[in-house]
């Protein structure tokens, strides 16, 4: 597949269940899903230690509706941001990630919500 050559809706079609795989995840303290389409290079980062520490902040906050911005693509990887809602506020939050095709499947590389 040449994930970089689809067109914006595709891309949307292929990353949108993998970042709400990685929020649902993360909501139900659950590493094996919210790493479960990472690369390996993000599971690096993303120990199950790192996530229970990044989780054990109170009071405890859970990802909500997130709503599509804008896709960037590379030469090798598509960036995407969305507006993020979360629980604890009613502040919108930036959520980037870059998603890259390895070995015919598309994971995600890195992703940072603030």
């Not at 960037?72 to 919108?92: L, T, Y």
Request: glycine share 4%.
């Amino acid at each position: 597949m040449e994930f970089c050559n689809l067109k914006d809706e595709q891309i949307l079609g292929i990353v949108e269940p993998l970042m709400q795989n990685c929020l649902d995840g993360s909501n139900e303290d659950n590493y094996e899903k919210h790493t479960l389409n990472f690369t390996e290079r993000m599971k690096g980062i993303v120990t199950p230690d790192e996530l229970k520490r990044q989780l054990s902040s109170a009071p405890r906050i859970y990802f909500r509706e997130r709503q599509f911005i804008e896709l960037f693509r590379r030469v090798d990887s598509i960036a995407v941001v969305w507006k993020q809602r979360i629980s604890s506020c009613d502040d919108e939050l930036i959520n980037q990630a870059i998603f890259k095709e390895e070995k015919g499947e598309i994971l995600i590389d890195h992703c940072m919500i603030c």
